[in-house]
């Protein structure tokens, strides 16, 4: 969310409860008013905000819903000194009309959402300095609810964007083939296309400027059956929402000519020095998913570009830095980035953005364009570097699609075209395309679920599972079926570990023998697979499996004999798992720390020493 960076917030939060409900609460402060506040929830919400008085204190509230999750929000004005104003924001997630089953993705959604939302704001903690209801309070509430009925009809929302247009508010999107920029100009409206499909339109008259405005925005106003479907004027007032103040910039320093040498190089010194000490500075934050090899742990993350205070911020003329980061899995404080490109800030960017996979020491990347990073060198080649080494593959780079199962094929729309890139030359190969998965089939390979599993083969008519004792239902017994796939079930229930015997051979393999070999209870327990979608991931000396449980409020990790007994166990202080990395020296755990009063709950990596259960983490924020 575009939120003043310098303010504050810390995140008190729970987990999902029986019914599908989801909560966190967060308090920040901001230099900006409720109106400019309440304006910027809105902008990135896509729903319009009401304003209201509860007792003496002013509330906005909103409903929304995206991607299946039902959101009620309430922002509270709490207290305000004469430069600060202080906030709470709590949001509510509700999915109960949702299979059980999909719970923690849809938690995963909401927690996701909430933290695009907020993600630029920083950690304070109440009581505030602020006095609730003062003299600034007072203002500053009877401004808010003043400014929440400025307009009243379409008619006058239209007007409101036109007259700011023509004083310098621009529209603009950026996307993987090149993106558009709206604005004013010689007295005229102008329409400027740039990429892979440029062009220019200027609109002599209002009305057909207006109707492209709505056009080009009807994706965010008019968002598919699972949102919530907005009203015209409502609808409007969202895009107006979505207007860069670009021609609202002061000039922070006056322009001065006709200096001497030695003034212009103090102005220079000067110049330095703000830049590096008063500039505001970005936190880098992840985008997509970790991967590993078995000596790296590889990230790509995005940075806002640092720039100076001033008193609009110019959100258009914000830039994004994407790089890929490097973590060795020895020593996680040896780390190594790898610039990918600089764009214009944009959301857009993040769904696009994910590692594809490695390739012997190379990495191949997708963010708005296909990059392979060589770690032996540190070069970077990005899809017009391998249309170079490629002649005529410029146009195919653009359009393919991109596949990885331990080499990186590239396929045509058409699926009649597919070359691979082996990683010593980059000279593309003709390939028959790879068969085309589902959406839904992509969505559940990256799902950590797919890491976990209820049991295994141990050997050759041997098996190890869990299951809960007391259940009739799904108590392994002589005669049943084992699973196929031994997928993980219900991770609400307490489960012991039980070991048996059964003929593999058998399409449908029957339990011959079975026992309980533990009286250890593992609440929600899942085992570890040897990589995602994989066989039962098997430790040697000494022989054993990996673990995860729940207790006391976070993820815990045992290591556990095929006789059952506890090698060693190590809580994790998870409270959310997001990412399972198997490995036999060190298991990569990606999750959020159950938060406390001291600490946030910003995502964390964890490196897990399979021989001591010794833990090693890092933030994934810079």
């Given at each position: 969310?575009?939120?003043?960076?310098?303010?504050?917030?810390?995140?008190?939060?729970?987990?999902?409860?029986?019914?599908?409900?989801?909560?966190?609460?967060?308090?920040?402060?901001?230099?900006?008013?409720?109106?400019?506040?309440?304006?910027?929830?809105?902008?990135?919400?896509?729903?319009?905000?009401?304003?209201?008085?509860?007792?003496?204190?002013?509330?906005?509230?909103?409903?929304?819903?995206?991607?299946?999750?039902?959101?009620?929000?309430?922002?509270?004005?709490?207290?305000?000194?004469?430069?600060?104003?202080?906030?709470?924001?709590?949001?509510?997630?509700?999915?109960?009309?949702?299979?059980?089953?999909?719970?923690?993705?849809?938690?995963?959604?909401?927690?996701?959402?909430?933290?695009?939302?907020?993600?630029?704001?920083?950690?304070?903690?109440?009581?505030?300095?602020?006095?609730?209801?003062?003299?600034?309070?007072?203002?500053?509430?009877?401004?808010?609810?003043?400014?929440?009925?400025?307009?009243?009809?379409?008619?006058?929302?239209?007007?409101?964007?036109?007259?700011?247009?023509?004083?310098?508010?621009?529209?603009?999107?950026?996307?993987?083939?090149?993106?558009?920029?709206?604005?004013?100009?010689?007295?005229?409206?102008?329409?400027?296309?740039?990429?892979?499909?440029?062009?220019?339109?200027?609109?002599?008259?209002?009305?057909?400027?207006?109707?492209?405005?709505?056009?080009?925005?009807?994706?965010?106003?008019?968002?598919?059956?699972?949102?919530?479907?907005?009203?015209?004027?409502?609808?409007?007032?969202?895009?107006?929402?979505?207007?860069?103040?670009?021609?609202?910039?002061?000039?922070?320093?006056?322009?001065?000519?006709?200096?001497?040498?030695?003034?212009?190089?103090?102005?220079?010194?000067?110049?330095?020095?703000t830049w590096q000490f008063l500039t505001i500075k970005s936190a880098g934050f992840p985008l997509g998913q970790v991967a590993r090899s078995s000596t790296h742990v590889f990230q790509v993350f995005g940075t806002v570009e640092r720039r100076l205070p001033g008193f609009r911020r110019l959100a258009m003329k914000e830039r994004l830095r994407i790089d890929l980061r490097a973590v060795s899995i020895a020593d996680p404080s040896?780390?190594?980035?790898?610039?990918?490109?600089?764009?214009?800030?944009?959301?857009?960017?993040?769904?696009?953005?994910?590692?594809?996979?490695l390739e012997g020491d190379v990495v191949w990347v997708q963010a708005l364009d296909l990059f392979a990073i060589d770690l032996t060198t540190g070069r970077v080649l990005r899809s017009a570097d391998l249309a170079a080494l490629n002649g005529g593959l410029g146009g195919f780079l653009t359009t393919a699609r991109f596949h990885f199962d331990g080499r990186l094929v590239a396929v045509a729309p058409d699926e009649h075209q597919?070359?691979?890139?082996?990683?010593?030359?980059?000279?593309?190969?003709?390939?028959?395309?790879?068969?085309?998965?589902?959406?839904?089939?992509?969505?559940?390979?990256?799902?950590?679920?797919?890491?976990?599993?209820?049991?295994?083969?141990?050997?050759?008519?041997?098996?190890?599972?869990?299951?809960?004792?007391?259940?009739?239902?799904?108590?392994?017994?002589?005669?049943?079926?084992?699973?196929?796939?031994?997928?993980?079930?219900?991770?609400?229930?307490?489960?012991?570990?039980?070991?048996?015997?059964?003929?593999?051979?058998?399409?449908?393999?029957?339990?011959?023998?079975?026992?309980?070999?533990?009286?250890?209870?593992?609440?929600?327990?899942?085992?570890?697979?040897?990589?995602?979608?994989?066989?039962?991931?098997?430790?040697?000396?000494?022989?054993?499996?990996?673990?995860?449980?729940?207790?006391?409020?976070?993820?815990?990790?045992?290591?556990?004999?095929?006789?059952?007994?506890?090698?060693?166990?190590?809580?994790?202080?998870?409270?959310?798992?997001?990412?399972?990395?198997?490995?036999?020296?060190?298991?990569?755990?990606?999750?959020?720390?159950?938060?406390?009063?001291?600490?946030?709950?910003?995502?964390?990596?964890?490196?897990?020493?399979?021989?001591?259960?010794?833990?090693?983490?890092?933030?994934?924020?810079?």
């Open positions: 969310m575009s939120m003043p960076s310098g303010g504050g917030k810390i995140v008190e939060s729970g987990r999902a409860d029986a019914g599908g409900r989801w909560f966190r609460v967060l308090h920040f402060r901001d230099p900006r008013s409720p109106s400019e506040i309440r304006q910027a929830f809105e902008r990135d919400t896509l729903v319009l905000w009401a304003v209201k008085c509860v007792g003496r204190e002013l509330r906005m509230n909103a409903e929304t819903q995206v991607e299946g999750v039902r959101f009620q929000l309430e922002l509270r004005f709490l207290a305000a000194t004469r430069l600060e104003n202080f906030y709470s924001l709590e949001a509510v997630g509700c999915w109960d009309r949702t299979d059980r089953a999909n719970f923690d993705h849809q938690r995963h959604r909401a927690e996701g959402w909430f933290q695009g939302w907020t993600r630029e704001l920083r950690e304070i903690a109440p009581p505030f300095p602020g006095e609730p209801y003062s003299e600034h309070y007072g203002e500053r509430c009877e401004v808010a609810l003043s400014h929440s009925g400025n307009l009243r009809k379409v008619a006058d929302v239209q007007r409101a964007i036109l007259e700011g247009m023509r004083r310098g508010g621009t529209f603009g999107r950026v996307h993987k083939e090149g993106g558009t920029s709206i604005f004013w100009r010689r007295g005229r409206f102008v329409r400027l296309d740039y990429g892979d499909n440029p062009g220019r339109i200027e609109f002599a008259d209002e009305v057909s400027f207006l109707r492209m405005l709505w056009e080009f925005h009807e994706w965010k106003v008019r968002p598919s059956a699972s949102s919530v479907a907005l009203q015209e004027f409502d609808a409007w007032t969202v895009i107006l929402r979505q207007m860069s103040a670009d021609g609202g910039a002061r000039v922070l320093f006056p322009r001065w000519s006709n200096l001497l040498g030695a003034g212009l190089l103090i102005l220079l010194a000067g110049g330095i020095a040896q780390q190594e980035s790898f610039h990918l490109l600089t764009q214009p800030l944009s959301t857009e960017i993040m769904p696009m953005t994910r590692i594809l996979g597919a070359y691979v890139f082996p990683v010593d030359s980059f000279k593309a190969i003709a390939c028959p395309p790879p068969p085309r998965g589902t959406w839904m089939d992509e969505q559940v390979k990256s799902r950590f679920e797919s890491s976990l599993c209820s049991g295994g083969w141990l050997s050759a008519g041997e098996w190890l599972a869990l299951a809960p004792r007391d259940d009739p239902r799904d108590l392994p017994e002589p005669g049943k079926r084992l699973p196929r796939d031994f997928s993980p079930g219900r991770m609400d229930r307490k489960l012991s570990v039980f070991r048996g015997t059964a003929d593999p051979s058998l399409e449908h393999a029957t339990i011959q023998a079975c026992r309980r070999i533990s009286d250890a209870e593992y609440p929600s327990g899942v085992l570890l697979r040897s990589r995602p979608g994989g066989d039962l991931l098997q430790l040697r000396g000494p022989d054993s499996v990996l673990l995860l449980s729940w207790k006391q409020g976070g993820y815990q990790m045992t290591r556990l004999s095929p006789g059952g007994e506890a090698i060693w166990s190590m809580p994790t202080g998870l409270g959310q798992l997001m990412q399972v990395l198997p490995g036999t020296d060190v298991v990569v755990l990606v999750g959020v720390p159950t938060p406390t009063q001291d600490r946030s709950a910003d995502p964390v990596l964890l490196l897990v020493e399979v021989t001591t259960g010794q833990i090693r983490g890092l933030s994934l924020w810079r």
